[in-house]
């Protein structure tokens, strides 16, 4: 059988570091019929040229290059501007992939005609300890009705349904994404992968999941968009409301029940927001308004009311805070939080060093 044009989109910024390990997953792929978009974010260091030299001595990759910084958002909407293939499959500069992970995720397309391929993921933090994001066995949904309860589950408990909370990892559908004309939203400055995914999966009746892990994921504080993540704090609003409009669209469903949904997802998608403001700003004064200005929102007054996921250790006391609008209380307690994590994983690899 023929293999379909798979085409993969990767931003790149500031990659230098990585590239060369993304780059060589991507072209040592089994599945042969590729075509790697990458898009240079106008990047300073020395990635681009590294990106041409691998298009010379391999012509399924395009070389775009941006007149001026867009973002990884941006950068993936002109790469799908100039894909060719039937399917499409982000990665970032940063990442690797398993050698056969476009094999396998075509296949399933091939085998159960789905909408939406789906690969478990290896997250490896700074420090090398590694997670997985959905510890569930293989599984198809063939039906739209086990699609919308995916996007329930993911408002019902964030961590459990972390698969979904990304754009790459995942093989796409070309049709679906043009016929709807899917973007990722360039305005937003955080959670525009996940926006994009709650988009595609609003127009998916089906999919298939493998549990292998097939995409490893490199926490890195020079990813293309971690840096200037918590300028936007309040963008997880549209990537919830998205979530909480494909409910809405089914019939029958339980509006009270739904409701619930909403607020437990908004609240935990405003405590993320919060870790990721004190994780990235050392002012003061700057964290201390991002944090009043989550805790005053309508909808989170309401939704911290419904908030069910189980929290353990600091987070125990966060809904309380939420609450009562302690903002200092709360910014001291991620602050404190976070300098536990960065101290206890230093002591590890001191100690992991001197054996």
């Known amino acids: 059988m023929k293999q379909p044009k798979v085409s993969i989109v990767m931003p790149v910024y500031n990659a230098q570091k990585y590239i060369k390990r993304s780059l060589d997953a991507l072209v040592g792929q089994t599945h042969r019929n590729l075509e790697i978009v990458l898009i240079d974010d106008l990047s300073t260091d020395g990635g681009p040229s590294i990106c041409r030299e691998y298009a010379l001595r391999d012509e399924r990759i395009v070389y775009l290059q941006n007149e001026k910084n867009i973002g990884p958002g941006g950068a993936r909407n002109r790469g799908m501007e100039a894909m060719t293939g039937e399917y499409v499959y982000f990665m970032d500069s940063d990442d690797d992939i398993d050698v056969r992970a476009i094999e396998i995720l075509c296949c399933l397309f091939q085998r159960y005609g789905i909408d939406l391929a789906i690969g478990n993921v290896s997250r490896i933090d700074y420090f090398g300890n590694v997670q997985e994001d959905w510890n569930r066995p293989c599984r198809l949904y063939p039906t739209r009705g086990e699609i919308v309860e995916l996007v329930a589950g993911w408002m019902d ?199």
Not at 180 to 190: G, P, V, Y
Request: aromatic share 12%.
């Open 157 to 355: 408990n964030f961590q459990d349904y972390r698969v979904f909370g990304s754009a790459w990892g995942k093989l796409y559908r070309t049709d679906i994404i043009r016929a709807n004309h899917l973007t990722f939203d360039e305005e937003m400055l955080a959670w525009e992968d996940i926006q994009f995914v709650m988009c595609y999966l609003q127009h998916t009746n089906s999919a298939c999941y493998d549990s292998r892990h097939l995409y490893f994921y490199y926490h890195n504080q020079e990813n293309h968009g971690s840096a200037g993540t918590h300028r936007g704090y309040l963008d997880f609003r549209r990537t919830v409301n998205k979530a909480r409009e494909i409910l809405a669209m089914e019939a029958g469903r339980d509006a009270a029940g739904d409701e619930q949904l909403y607020g437990n997802s908004f609240t935990e998608c405003s405590i993320r927001s919060i870790f990721n403001c004190a994780y990235r700003i050392r002012s003061l004064p700057e964290l201390l308004h991002h944090i009043r200005t989550l805790i005053q929102l309508d909808e989170l007054r309401s939704g911290v009311e419904h908030y069910t996921q189980r929290q353990t250790g600091f987070l125990r006391a966060t809904p309380f805070l939420i609450r009562h609008r302690q903002v200092l209380a709360l910014a001291v307690l991620f602050k404190g939080r976070i300098a536990k994590i960065k101290l206890r994983n230093k002591i590890r690899v001191f100690c992991e060093g001197k054996r």
